[in-house]
């Protein structure tokens, strides 16, 4: 705990703090520009909210759009420190009023991000080069604790290293998934016909696996930090071209940075030559209980996010087929899911049985990620619970009738189409509900393993 207390360059911080304003700048108005924002939250009429979490909803109409802009400015002021504290603040809040107001879109970076922006509320990033030292000289320093360094460092480490555990998978390993998107990107220009290739193929399923493993590892060790950030860098490069995520990993690149020393990063970015020997015995412009707590803080954060991502090894089935554990645990480019569902709406009191199809009431985000997630077909027959009492109907009994492909493989029911899903609550944990992944027929690496034992 001690050690996490002592003083370091305080460059890192406000490196990452001018980056990580740039790239959410970006983030905000690219989102609106490429019209992601309103077709996401805009155009549906229903959202798809985290269960526990139903009062968070998108605001009406333009409202989204209007809140991207202006985290692209909260992002601009993070950027040159007006205001830092506030503006973070007020930037953490709103990313995730935004990330958890809409599940259908889940993705593991804007996950990260809200916990990044979250972080950076709790660091002096702004005590140097920014605009609320040139109002307030006094908050300017040479040092910060280093614990506020190694929050950043243990996090990347533990997103690299779970994304490598979840890839110890039979699919995986069959190259499974990532031959069905690779077969997509045959009409890519130039590299197009080059990466459905099975040499290709095999290259980036074993090299994302110990990628994923050991660039962490690698990054930490001084020896071999600088081939493991050039390769990190040929790595998200490599993502952004094929699979186009976004921002993430440029993100990323900018946070790889935070490996070197700040030494490293004084000299390479602001042209400062500094020394640990000099800053070893500076100043910490803060109260030692405030340096403990921080300390502590990093402590507990680090152990929840190294506990929390293992939750599926302890929830019986599949974590790919149920989706039980899958979110905010790094399992990344693991499934493809193909699939599709309707409702039988049956009134008890008539025998009435009523089909309902999906197409009439989502959009196509929507559509293509509901037959996937057992939790939002139970949310949307929840939906049709209260829209046929609307209706009419006082008890509308509600059955899923559904068919997913997981990579590639026979399609199969995810949910049981004799039970009454508006009868339900729903349970975290294990459901009864949802079928376990097929055994059989067509499902080889089950019976490879099952003949093995």
Not at 93 to 101: E, H, I, K, R, V
Not at 161 to 167: E, I, L, P, Q
Not at 253 to 280: D, H
Not at 356 to 371: A, G, H, I, T
Request: glycine share 6%; aromatic share 18%; net charge positive.
């Amino acid at each position: 705990m001690q050690q996490l207390i002592k003083p370091i360059g305080i460059y890192p911080l406000v490196y990452f703090r001018i980056l990580f304003g740039l790239l959410m700048f970006c983030e905000g108005i690219g989102a609106v520009l490429i019209n992601w924002v309103q077709e996401h939250y805009v155009e549906p009429t229903i959202h798809f909210n985290y269960i526990g979490l139903e009062w968070i909803r998108p605001l009406a109409g333009n409202g989204m759009v209007y809140l991207y802009l202006f985290m692209a400015l909260l992002g601009f002021l993070i950027m040159v420190g007006w205001r830092y504290k506030l503006t973070s603040f007020l930037f953490f809040l709103l990313f995730g009023y935004s990330f958890f107001s809409e599940k259908t879109h889940y993705l593991n970076h804007h996950y990260l991000i809200w916990l990044i922006s979250g972080l950076m509320v709790t660091l002096p990033a702004h005590r140097k080069y920014s605009l609320d030292v040139r109002r307030l000289p006094e908050l300017e320093t040479e040092v910060a604790p280093q614990w506020t360094l190694w929050l950043f460092r243990a996090q990347l480490v533990l997103v690299y290293f779970y994304a490598g555990v979840a890839k110890l998978q039979p699919d995986w390993l069959a190259a499974k998934s990532m031959s069905i998107w690779m077969s997509a990107k045959t009409h890519f220009y130039v590299i197009g016909p080059y990466l459905n290739t099975p040499t290709m193929i095999q290259l980036v399923v074993w090299g994302g696996l110990f990628f994923d493993f050991l660039i962490g590892f690698a990054l930490l060790w001084p020896r071999t930090r600088m081939v493991a950030f050039w390769v990190a860098f040929a790595f998200h490069i490599f993502n952004s071209a094929v699979f186009h995520v976004g921002v993430f990993p440029y993100f990323m690149i900018a946070a790889n940075v935070l490996f070197f020393s700040p030494e490293q990063i004084a000299r390479w970015f602001f042209r400062k030559r500094t020394s640990p020997e000099l800053l070893q015995h500076a100043p910490l412009k803060q109260p030692r209980w405030q340096l403990r707590l921080g300390a502590q803080f990093c402590v507990l954060y680090l152990s929840f996010q190294l506990l929390f991502p293992l939750r599926h090894f302890f929830i019986p089935g599949d974590v790919n087929w149920t989706e039980e554990g899958h979110r905010f645990s790094w399992r990344m480019m693991l499934r493809t899911k193909r699939g599709h569902v309707y409702y039988q709406v049956k009134d008890p009191a008539t025998e009435q049985v009523l089909y309902v199809s999906p197409n009439d009431y989502l959009v196509r985000e929507q559509l293509k990620e509901l037959p996937k997630h057992p939790d939002m077909i139970w949310q949307f027959a929840q939906f049709l619970k209260l829209e046929f009492q609307k209706k009419g109907i006082a008890n509308p009994e509600v059955y899923a009738i559904s068919r997913l492909s997981l990579n590639g493989y026979p399609a199969h029911p995810i949910v049981d189409p004799t039970v009454d899903l508006a009868a339900i609550p729903y349970t975290w944990g294990a459901k009864s509900w949802v079928t376990p992944r097929p055994e059989a027929d067509g499902w080889p690496w089950v019976k490879q393993i099952i003949s093995e034992k």
